[in-house]
């Protein structure tokens, strides 16, 4: 994986377009997103791993049954299928350097607006976290803090540092974890840069339920050149597919299904 992301990150902090300012994203922190568009050893090859595929269909795959009038004396049940997407993929590639701090513990799911009641509900699951170390994760190198069962917490509860573990991991290691669980990442005190632990590398990938809007606007952050030359299942994972529902379709139909190719070429004064 790490072959794969090296040449499309910058040789030096001032090449890197995305520097985040703020304190969010640490400034040694560097982030390359739409990271599933890297290659598939990045992306499909992770995406749909039997285990992620799995949990994605236990988890945020929805399978809404319901009975409507049909117009005339028969009710018509019908179930509707709304598949989850990829809601954002980014990589960190986080480097020691002074004043560097760890985040604060908060919810990714949080982008949503996100109510957080007790008790909690297998339906509350709103999103999955897949972090992958491509270096070994350490505490002292930045390793995330998690404070497991806090994604049963309402929105009263104070989460405190002293309740969260250290994710520490080999590299291919992941941590899998809910959206409303508390987390943070570390901060880098490696202050021997010729250490091996002086670099850590997270892949992360997150995958929302179909009827949220995703996190990474993936229509304009993946060039459609790239977006046509992914299989058909990666396009639909990234967005490029309508549910049951109909959300998100074109001309009533599936995106994929019309082809990309002839979607992509609509202009103003052919559509």
């Known amino acids: 994986m790490l072959e794969t992301i090296e040449p499309h990150l910058p ?3 001032h090449d890197f377009p995305y520097k985040t300012p703020g304190t969010f994203f640490p400034q ?3 982030l390359l997103w739409s990271l599933v568009a890297r290659g598939d050893a990045v992306g499909k090859r992770v995406c749909f791993h039997p285990l992620l595929v799995g949990l994605r269909d236990e ?4 399978h809404i049954t319901r ?5 005339s004396t ?3 049940t019908k179930t509707t299928d709304i598949p989850p997407r990829l809601s954002l993929s980014v990589c960190f590639d986080m480097r020691p350097g002074p004043g560097a701090k760890q985040q604060p513990l908060h919810r990714d799911e949080d982008v949503w607006g996100t109510t957080h009641e007790r008790p909690f509900r297998k339906e509350d699951i709103r999103q999955l976290g897949v972090l992958i170390a491509g270096t070994k994760s350490v505490k002292e190198n930045g390793a ?9 917490w309402d929105d009263e509860r104070i989460p405190r540092e002293e309740e969260a573990a250290y994710a520490e991991m080999e590299s291919g290691d992941a941590l899998i974890f809910l959206s409303g669980t508390r987390h943070a990442g570390g901060a ?3 202050q021997d840069l010729t250490s091996p632990l002086a670099r850590r590398v997270l892949f992360s990938y997150f995958f929302a339920k179909g009827y949220l809007r995703q996190e990474e606007n993936m229509f304009l952050s993946i060039p459609r050149e790239v977006v046509l030359g992914m299989d058909v299942e990666m396009q639909k994972l990234i967005g490029y597919e309508a549910a049951g ?8 139909q599936s995106p994929v299904d019309v082809g990309l190719e002839k979607v992509f070429s609509r202009t103003a004064g052919n559509f």
Request: some cysteine; proline content about 3%.
């Open 188 to 190: 880098n005190k490696i």
């Open 11 to 13: 040789s030096t902090d």
């Open 74 to 76: 028969d009710m018509q």
């Open 59 to 62: 988890l945020l795959h929805m």
């Open 28 to 30: 040694e922190t560097k």
């Open 67 to 71: 009975t409507n009038d049909a117009g």
């Open 144 to 152: 995330t803090l998690v404070i497991p069962g806090s994604h049963l």
């Open 245 to 252: 529902s109909h959300c998100g379709f074109v001309d009533f």
